[in-house]
């Protein structure tokens, strides 16, 4: 049997940790009844922080010539757990097996195998909570408008401040001309034309909302669509982050008021935004001018959209409009009525009375407490099994040994559950005035009603409902 017995020393002259030659010995006679042929890779003076040791690149490089790969001691071997189990799954993988002699580590025993099992579950929980350190690294790089990592958007250059990287928008000439230019109706597949760019890379960079120059109308439409907007509107673009949860929940959206300057004006944006969307939807159904509250109204019986009808003629010539429902379901309520119940209703309400499905702050935090203390209670007994096992008999580590995988399965996925909440608690905390902000656009609106043209209140409306329903006889807020 050929064995490749890779030896390393952090520090040469150390006296006071175990020698080249006495790892060599102790591996030698760990194998001593077998019939063995030697080859030795020494790394001296190496840490094992340092991947670049260069007896054990070359031993990786000629791992096929051996049957066994065998180390002194996993920390000789490796950086850490996770590093150590994937240099093992490589080689078990390709027929070789890979022994720590002084920790019991050999896969060829009984013993051995459990113990591989068991530092397999560990590994995982370490895979785990690296995933949980980098996501909630990104989160806290995009709650500061930092650029988190990644291929910067289109027209876009990662800058060095002394605070960390940020976006720059560079190729401003481009984005402006291709927001204009859809804006007025020119279509995607005639902009990749000209400007040389794929449909796709165009698509995509028409609803980042980085190059947005923000204002309050882009903070209320950005929430409006799911996202948590972070900072004070001040004609810089967004630093978007999105995280997708596991087990079905929602989706983390956040778009934080970053340092780099905005170019494309938050109604352009807007306007590119709702026609991408209705694009997608394959129907491009027009917004009456006739009715702020066009597409707002909602059918109570069959919950479809009310559309605007024309009424009789008057004997002065004019014709009175209606919301109608599209199947006929209840009588027609007048435009105006309808409108002027609304404003009303605006006035005398709180947008906060709107909002009654809001999980408690102080809920979420009772939950990431309760969980916390549940893995470490978990993590303590998976412990507490794992320096025992090593002092019991086979049989009875077997037990132990599924014992601690169970333990390890129920803290991933409390762990899972944890980073769930975190990250909703962190959504939540940082929506502490999202309310408030909606109360002012209310505000606004009713102070400037007469003021403003139809389609400012159209856009002001959209943002401050979500729409209204008619019953028959009343019309609500929802």
């Known amino acids: 049997m050929k064995i490749a017995a890779y030896l390393r020393k952090s520090v040469k002259g150390d006296d006071s940790s175990i020698s080249i030659e006495a790892q060599l010995e102790i591996i030698k006679n760990y194998f001593n009844k077998e019939n063995c042929e030697f080859t030795v890779y020494e790394d001296n003076g190496f840490s094992g922080g340092n991947i670049n040791r260069p007896a054990f690149t070359k031993m990786m490089q000629e791992r096929n010539n051996y049957n066994v790969i065998a180390c002194y001691k996993l920390d000789r071997m490796a950086r850490n757990t996770l590093d ?170 956040l778009a934080v008021v970053s340092k780099h300057k905005g170019i494309v004006p938050s109604n352009i944006w807007i306007d590119v935004k709702e026609k991408l969307n209705l694009k997608n939807l394959h129907k491009y159904p027009r917004i009456s001018n006739k009715s702020w509250l066009a597409q707002k109204v909602i059918c109570n019986t069959c919950n479809s959209t009310m559309v605007i009808s024309l009424g009789n003629k008057r004997v002065d010539g004019t014709r009175p409009l209606y919301f109608k429902c599209k199947q006929n379901c209840l009588p027609l309520i007048r435009v105006d009525k309808a409108e002027s119940k609304i404003l009303e209703s605006l006035k005398s309400i709180s947008i906060k009375d709107l909002k009654s499905n809001k999980r408690n702050f102080d809920t979420e935090v009772n939950i990431v407490s309760n969980l916390q203390k549940k893995i470490k209670e978990k993590e303590n007994l998976l412990k507490g099994l794992i320096d025992k096992i ?11 040994i599924t014992r601690a995988e169970s333990l390890n399965n129920e803290i991933l996925i409390l762990n899972n559950e944890l980073t769930q909440h975190q990250l909703i608690l962190n959504s939540k905390s940082s929506n502490k005035n999202l309310l408030k902000d909606k109360e002012k656009a209310k505000q606004f609106f009713i102070e400037n009603f007469y003021d403003i043209t139809i389609e400012e209140k159209q856009n002001l409306i959209n943002l401050i409902i979500d729409n209204c329903t008619w019953d028959g006889e009343n019309i609500f807020i929802n």
């Not at 995933?131 to 990644?150: C, E, H, P, T, V």
């Not at 984005?175 to 400007?195: A, D, T, V």
């Not at 090593?390 to 132990?400: D, G, I, K, P, Y």
């Open 84 to 253: 150590f189990l994937t240099t093992f799954e490589m080689l078990k993988k390709e027929g070789i097996d890979l022994v720590c002699v002084q920790d019991n580590y050999d896969p060829r025993t009984p013993s051995g195998k459990m113990m591989m099992t068991l530092l397999a579950s560990l590994a995982e929980m370490e895979r785990e909570n690296i995933r949980r350190r980098a996501i909630d690294g990104m989160y806290s790089l995009a709650k500061q408008g930092r650029w988190s990592g990644g291929t910067p958007p289109l027209g876009c250059k990662v800058v060095t401040l002394a605070d960390g990287k940020y976006l720059e928008i560079e190729d401003t000439e481009t984005i402006n001309y291709m927001f204009n230019q859809f804006h007025k109706g020119k279509s995607i597949r005639k902009l990749s034309r000209e400007i040389g760019l794929t449909e796709r890379c165009i698509s995509y960079a028409l609803k980042t909302p980085v190059y947005i120059a923000s204002d309050l109308a882009s903070n209320r439409y950005l929430e409006s669509i799911g996202y948590t907007v972070i900072g004070e509107p001040n004609g810089n673009g967004y630093m978007t982050y999105i995280h997708n949860k596991n087990n079905n929940s929602k989706t983390i959206k």
């Open 390 to 400: 090593s002092m019991v008999s086979e049989s009875l580590a077997s037990t132990m």
